[in-house]
């Protein structure tokens, strides 16, 4: 495009005006870099620990999707055979007298556990937070690292565990954990409620305590390092909106999920040691246990404690993320920078004080709905401030529509969707309807799942040349964002119309149900949609892989014309990400096409009379 | 493994399509000039998203025509319960509300990446911020959010609390359990019986009611498979409890929903408005509603006819949650007192009378009630007949301690009965006659007869009866009125009669 008219030199702004930590005049090489395992595996550069996280997600995110494909086939074609599936699942598919193979119940649920577990936590969390937050923060702040790049090689490798552990418990012969992603007890309490509930359980809760180690490292980390690691003149009103999202994202997390912590230990204790925090007056096969006054409602409140700023925990960074690829692309500065911060921060505070909206229809004083609604009503207020600003960022500007732009543009689509739901899902009333059926399903998938994913690729796209030297592949690119686009619309559109219609979530079959049954048509319709959309996520996967080797080159250092710091480190990647002093910070990270120039990085000075803040 | 041959194959096939594709994109653009291809791809693209954007408009707009019949309070979807309506309500002015929201941001987020597309000489403007428009979208959604939440908790708060004493109410209790439901009708008391889980006994006490509570005797417990059956335009409140883990006591039509809880009751209250019959005819007045209910056979019935309310669970609760399927027929208030009136008390039909009988030997007030209105009309009858063998009644209730001639103590209601009669009725004067059955020795019998017989005159005359009106006899065996080879036989001679002598 024909706006390369400004060009910086800024090895001779940074050398003039650069910080000096002496970093370089200390050898830190051979702890880094001397080995395979010391600089691929057990690493400590937050650059490598970002592709870790990121390529974990990715293959977490094809095990959790396949797995969506699966049981998508039993809802969709529940009269096809599912046979030729019997080589991989096993004894999971039940063959009757007619050679047709059916999904077990148990297992359908199984999987509909692990798709929500695996990627709210393992994709979203860790695959999305994990990864740009490690890659941006040091890189964006003018860090030579995180605080701790020992507690942040730890975080991986918990997060590493957590994976091993619930990848393990796929192969039981009980078969792994099915009682939901939320996990609620009894059903999830006691072995005897339901196969998963046994091994598959505890393997779950040993999985996701370890990744609660895991995010409360990586998060301690993050927001000591944005709060004491920021280069010269970098104030905290001149970070980068994605700096926002991730700390205030790493402060939710940190405060969160200990309360999920605890409700799992208190889990754990009622499921070895015999306490009763969840139990009470419960009759199950065939014996009356002496289990008394404890209450299952306590451990929803605990969940839906952390669950709610989860599903913020995950959103934020793909808006952070969206807010910058939009600046950037648009050659325009982020409209209403401090209105984006001040709403980061409402959102992430009642983030915290709307957690019983899951619990409308679970048996609490309906008398204290009536706060938890007005609450969860407030925090459409600052999302949809966030939407008007993305929104008025693209007016009069000079846009341009590549791949990242366009997924962050989709973004926004995406989070309008599914944010509106919302609003009919907060209000209690419509809930009583509302609760429980595919209309839930269809609002956090597109509100939570399409929108961060969308976040997501945004983010791959626009900084796989800071991860890989190189570019991933336009065309395909494009190919997968419409793909995606299209795609993820026709699976979860409809599944507005079935909630409606109070089609109950999480059901293996429809036929039992006169009210239920007759979407047989528009199930096979997201089933397909769902198996072509998988499709082209794996086309998405080879060109990244791809790319990583074979793309085509990054020949400049900025080639976004961007105006933060990452794009101020040398092309190939080093410890210390600076060779020689660190870049200082003069202004704000927003400055394009102001006065005459087409954009003005953070590390040039101000010229006379200039602000640098808004 | 040759289905795992052939997707290898195809994913390596795929990967190499791909990467050939890429291959060829970039090689293209190294001949054409990246700026130009670049330029040129920017264009297209803007096109494309004006064209999603006008097909996603029309998309969803015509979707939701084509499927109004699944949306809330729209035709054959709408509330048959008087809270429904409600929620149905606010659906639909959310609905409005967040379509204007929907349409207009999603015109200008897709015509703006159109319109400010990169192209040649254009220059982005520099636009940082401005606080009265920052203000206008802070207030406008505040206000509109308002609105929606002061309708939504009006009408939450009119649904959710509890009902009071004052009220005039049904009581069914729902209790889920893996997987399907209890149900449970108060009976005439119109009270439910306490029930502790201990005492679940899945042969005769599935839900752990406790017996000897008294407002247990006439609980109904419905089978299995039973309808639940209510009365239209009644208040009814469901008491919802769970026996192992969480279910949801769901019912689409009526926009019911609660979790069911182990140790922790929940309720909801609604009211029927439709009966399944009124409903049926709404349906009629739609077309997919008369297509045959059985898709596979064109001969059955249309699906109006079939239609049934349903109840469902909506909460995970184990591999056969979405089984749990139960239906519910609204009829009314007069077909409700007739089914109500046919169904039998648990209670009475499992319990009464066997070993887990906590008042078993001893009478219930509705027994006692029940033995003298039987006892009035007997003697009445007697009274009213002309004929000589009609002046004989059976006192079926009163026994006597095995081989002995005392009374047992349950005869003594009968006795009282017998008492209260005779004392309304001066005039007439009675013989007490002692039978037995054909085992023991005649003597014997006749002895123990006789000693019976007077032990009743005894109580009678102890209760403040003339004895002039009274006498007594013992028959021994002489006058069975059954088969002394059976033991039923037997024990229908083993009695006491009364005999009317005059009147
Ligand atoms: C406009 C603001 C939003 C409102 C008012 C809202 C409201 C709600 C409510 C009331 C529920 C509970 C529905 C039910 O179970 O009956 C819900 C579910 C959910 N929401 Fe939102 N939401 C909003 C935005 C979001 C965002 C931004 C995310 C994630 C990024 C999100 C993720 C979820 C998830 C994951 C669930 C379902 C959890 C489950 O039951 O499995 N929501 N939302
Ligand atoms: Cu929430
Ligand atoms: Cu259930």
Redesign the pocket.
């Known amino acids: 495009m024909a706006d390369i008219a400004t060009t910086y030199n800024e090895d001779v702004l940074i050398k003039e005006l650069g910080y000096d930590d002496h970093f370089h005049d200390h050898h830190h090489g051979d702890k880094y870099q001397s080995s395979f395992i010391s600089h691929y595996i057990f690493s400590m550069d937050h650059k490598i620990i970002a592709r870790q996280f990121l390529i974990t997600g990715i293959i977490w995110a094809i095990i959790g999707a396949a797995m969506s494909i699966v049981f998508r086939l039993q809802l969709g074609f529940p009269e096809e055979s599912l046979t030729w599936l019997k080589p991989v699942l096993g004894k999971w598919i039940v063959v009757d007298v007619n050679g047709i193979g059916t999904l077990a119940p148990e297992f359908y649920y199984a999987l509909v556990t692990m798709h929500?577990t695996i990627l709210?936590f393992f994709v979203l969390t860790a695959g999305l937070s994990g990864t740009f937050s490690n890659l941006l923060i040091p890189l964006q702040l003018g860090a030579r690292d995180m605080a701790s790049p020992f507690l942040n090689m730890l975080s991986y490798w918990f997060f590493f565990m957590a994976g091993i552990v619930m990848f393990y418990s796929l192969f039981l012969s009980t078969g792994p954990f099915s009682g939901g992603?939320?996990a609620y007890p009894p059903l999830s309490a006691l072995p005897q409620a339901s196969t998963g509930s046994g091994t598959g359980m505890t393997l779950w809760l040993v999985s996701l305590t370890l990744f609660v180690v895991s995010v409360l490292l990586g998060g301690i980390n993050y927001i000591t390092t944005v709060l004491n690691l920021r280069t010269k003149g970098m104030s905290l009103w001149r970070m980068p909106l994605t700096i926002w999202a991730f700390f205030v994202t790493a402060v939710i997390g940190v405060l969160s999920f200990p309360v999920l912590a605890s409700g799992f230990f208190m889990l754990m204790m009622d499921r070895g040691l015999g306490t009763s925090f969840f139990l009470s007056e419960i009759f199950i096969e065939g014996q009356a246990l002496d289990r008394v006054g404890g209450s299952p409602v306590l451990y929803q409140h605990l969940f839906w404690f952390l669950?709610h700023p989860e599903?913020?925990i995950?959103?934020l960074p793909a808006m952070g993320i969206v807010s910058e690829v939009l600046a950037v692309h648009a050659r325009k500065p982020i409209f209403g920078y401090r209105a984006m911060v001040y709403s980061i921060l409402a959102i992430a505070f009642l983030s915290f004080i709307v957690w019983a909206?899951?619990m409308?229809?679970s048996g609490v004083n309906p008398f204290i709905s009536n706060f938890f609604v007005i609450f969860?009503?407030i925090?459409?207020v600052p999302?949809a401030v966030k939407v008007f600003n993305w929104i008025t960022t693209l007016f009069g500007g000079n846009i341009r529509l590549n791949t990242p732009m366009l997924f962050a543009i989709g973004f926004v689509s995406m989070?309008i969707s599914?944010?509106?739901t919302?609003?009919f899902?907060?209000n209690s009333t419509i809930?009583i309807q509302?609760?429980?059926t595919y209309f839930?399903v269809a609002?956090?998938h597109i509100?939570?799942g399409v929108?961060?994913f969308f976040g997501m690729f945004a983010g791959i796209y626009h900084w796989y040349p800071k991860m890989y030297g190189r570019f991933m592949n336009e065309t395909l690119g494009k190919i997968h964002f419409w793909g995606t686009m299209i795609g993820a619309y026709a699976i979860f559109w409809p599944m507005h119309y079935i909630g409606m219609a109070g089609v109950p979530r999480r059901y293996y079959s429809f036929d039992s149900f006169d009210a239920f049954k007759h979407f047989a048509d528009m199930n096979k319709f997201i089933t397909i949609a769902a198996i072509i959309v998988f499709a082209v996520q794996l086309l998405f996967v080879i060109n990244f892989f791809y790319s990583i080797w074979n793309g085509k080159k990054m020949k400049v250092k900025n080639p976004w014309q961007a105006t933060t710091l990452e794009w101020t480190t040398p092309i190939e990647p080093i410890h210390g990400n600076w060779p020689g002093k660190i870049p200082s910070v003069h202004r704000w990270a927003y400055d394009y096409n102001k006065d005459e120039r087409e954009f003005v990085p953070q590390y040039v000075p101000l010229e006379e009379g200039e602000v640098g803040d808004h | 493994m040759s289905t795992g041959f052939i997707a290898i194959l195809i994913l390596v096939i795929l990967a190499v399509v791909v990467v050939q594709i890429g291959k060829i994109s970039d090689l293209a653009a190294k001949i054409r000039g990246e700026e130009e291809v670049a330029q040129q791809a920017n264009d297209t693209t803007a096109v494309w998203l004006v064209g999603f954007m006008v097909l996603f408009l029309i998309g969803t707009i015509w979707s939701a025509v084509y499927y109004k019949d699944v949306m809330l309070g729209y035709g054959p979807h709408s509330a048959a319960s008087a809270h429904g309506g409600e929620i149905d309500g606010l659906f639909n002015a959310t609905l409005g509300v967040t379509f204007i929201v929907f349409f207009i941001t999603h015109v200008l987020l897709f015509w703006y990446s159109y319109k400010y597309r990169s192209r040649e000489g254009n220059k982005a403007q520099f636009i940082a911020h401005n606080n009265t428009i920052e203000l206008v979208w802070t207030v406008i959604p505040a206000i509109v959010l308002t609105f929606l939440v002061v309708k939504g908790l009006v009408a939450w708060n009119n649904i959710m609390p509890d009902v009071s004493e004052e009220d005039q109410y049904l009581e069914i209790e729902a209790t889920g359990y893996q997987f399907g439901w209890d149900v449970r009708y108060p009976g005439n008391d119109g009270k439910l019986g306490t029930k502790d889980f201990r005492m679940i006994n899945l042969a005769n006490n599935s839900l752990g009611m406790d017996w000897s509570d008294d407002k247990s005797i006439d609980d109904i417990v419905l089978g299995g498979t039973d309808q639940i059956v209510l009365p239209v335009d009644t208040t009814v409140r469901v008491r919802i409890t769970s026996k192992d883990v969480l279910h949801n006591f769901y019912l689409p039509h009526f926009r019911v929903k609660m979790d069911a809880i182990p140790g922790l009751p929940t309720y909801f209250i609604f009211k029927p408005i439709k009966t399944t019959e009124e409903y049926r005819q709404e349906l009629r007045n739609y077309p997919e509603w008369n297509e045959p209910y059985d898709v596979e056979d064109p001969e059955s019935l249309p699906r109006w006819k079939e239609f049934n309310y349903e109840l469902a669970c909506a909460e995970l609760c184990g591999k056969g949650h979405y089984s749990m399927r139960r239906v519910v027929k609204i009829v009314t208030r007069d077909e409700y007192e007739t089914w109500l009136a046919e169904q039998k008390s648990t209670y009475m039909t499992t319990i009464r009378n066997t070993e887990d009988d906590p008042r078993l030997g001893q009478l219930l007030d509705v027994e006692i009630k029940e033995r003298a209105q039987e006892l009035r009309a007997d003697f009445k009858n007697a009274l009213d007949s002309e004929k000589a063998e009609d002046k004989t009644i059976l006192l079926r209730h009163v026994f006597y301690d095995t081989g002995s001639a005392g009374l047992s103590d349950l005869s003594k209601y009968e006795l009282d009965n017998l008492t209260d009669i005779l004392k309304n009725n001066s005039g007439v004067t009675v013989e007490l006659a002692g039978h037995t059955d054909s085992v023991g020795d005649d003597a014997t019998n006749l002895e123990i007869s006789r000693n019976r017989a007077q032990n009743v005159l005894n109580y009678l005359t102890n209760k403040g009866l003339d004895i002039s009106r009274l006498s007594s006899n013992g028959y021994g065996e002489t006058a069975p009125i059954g088969d002394n080879g059976t033991e039923e036989g037997r024990a229908q001679n083993r009695r006491t009669e009364l005999r009317i002598i005059s009147q």
């Open positions: 929500g709210v992603w939320t669950g599903v913020y995950i959103i909206h899951h409308f229809m969860t009503l925090i459409a999302s989070f599914g944010g509106l919302g609003v899902l907060g809930d509302m609760h429980d839930v609002h956090f509100v939570m929108a961060a």
